[in-house]
């Protein structure tokens, strides 16, 4: 048996610790909180299960459509993934030759960089944000002419940063290739691009969403992009046949369309955020403003962030830390419930 020479040496996506006990307060991955609408729990009570002898809608076409109405857009300009991971693997393949490049900020979603090692690309990292001091940002042009898809987290991940759409808008005017605005925590933050994928002028934009965090439908692996028919095609030709089954079709249409229960939950989470936000800032953090369902925070000066890591994972508290000089003086944080927030805020009180 032979394994290609690039995949032999690939370091792959390490995905957020899973812990099984329920003792745990997971604030690791980014999941919700709070369970998903009311709406999913019917549409499982009452699903028929005579349905799963058939093939799905390859097309998905009411979940399609109920997206392409909410965003004043057709469904020829819109496509739906089993997760937005999916989408991206599928953006690396469709739009990228091999002698081409995939770009992306840095810090960002680690899983960009191993899509370009899976393609056995390039992948050029531009600085990005108050994080790492950094000199280059979006408003600058990408420096390797051969780039062909760039991915743009906003607000981005780790940081929670919020990059002005205008300055989206200009960035992708000059990019030559296709800009892929991931949009996976924007319905927590000010605003969105979605206008850029919808607009009839636009020719090299899409905007990707999740279910995996508002919805708080992580477990389902639902996510869709938006943008220009001939890019929406593309992924079409060279997706899996029935690539999102037909329980995951109908509970995402059921979470989608209950837009007041969202609206609550996303509320909430936002709340919680701001407060505890504070609350790291008076005990000496550094917080760089979110606009996601995290912060990215560096502890007080004195204060290892790997130490504070260990010490709340021993407490049983599960945070995210990323090695590394532009991310390992700071964790990342998933805002969980006020409870669960207050057990994490405690458990710093005792480690100091």
Not at 46 to 54: E, G, I, K, Y
Not at 90 to 115: M, Q
Not at 252 to 258: E, I, N, S, V, W
Request: glycine share 6%; proline share 6%; net charge positive.
């Amino acid at each position: 048996m032979r394994i290609a020479r690039h995949i032999q040496s690939l370091e792959g996506y390490v995905p957020g610790e899973q812990p099984k006990s329920k003792s745990v307060v997971k604030l690791n991955t980014n999941e919700n909180p709070y369970p998903p609408s009311p709406k999913c729990a019917e549409v499982l009570k009452s699903f028929d299960l005579d349905n799963l002898r058939r093939y799905p809608d390859p097309n998905y076409s009411e979940l399609a459509l109920e997206i392409a109405k909410r965003f004043g857009t057709t469904p020829d300009r819109v496509f739906v993934g089993n997760g937005s991971d999916e989408v991206l693997s599928l953006c690396a393949r469709a739009f990228v030759e091999n002698d081409e490049s995939i770009g992306s900020l840095d810090p960002s979603y680690s899983l960009y960089k191993t899509l370009a090692a899976i393609r056995d690309v390039k992948w050029m990292g531009m600085r990005s944000g108050r994080a790492c001091d950094a000199e280059t940002d979006i408003r600058r042009p990408i420096i390797d002419a051969r780039t062909s898809l760039f991915l743009l987290t906003n607000p981005n991940a780790p940081t929670g940063e919020f990059r002005e759409i205008e300055d989206i808008a200009a960035f992708a005017r000059r990019f030559k290739g296709v800009v892929l605005v991931d949009e996976a925590y924007a319905d927590f933050a000010r605003g969105n691009c979605m206008s850029l994928a919808t607009a009839p002028t636009n020719r090299n934009v899409l905007v990707m969403r999740t279910f995996s965090k508002s919805y708080s439908l992580a477990g389902l692996r639902v996510g869709f992009c938006v943008g220009p028919r001939d890019l929406i095609e593309a992924l079409y030709k060279i997706k899996d046949s029935y690539n999102v089954d037909a329980v995951a079709q109908r509970v995402a249409l059921a979470a989608f369309k209950d837009r007041v229960y969202h609206r609550k939950t996303v509320a909430t989470v936002v709340k919680t955020r701001k407060a505890f936000a504070k609350a790291l800032l008076k005990r000496g953090w550094d917080v760089i403003p979110s606009e996601a369902n995290f912060v990215f925070a560096k502890p007080p000066e004195g204060t290892k962030a790997s130490d504070v890591f260990a010490y709340l994972k021993s407490q049983n508290v599960f945070v995210r830390y990323f090695p590394g000089p532009l991310t390992g003086d700071r964790l990342r944080i998933t805002i969980g419930t006020d409870e669960e927030m207050k057990k994490l805020l405690d458990a710093l009180d005792r480690m100091n």
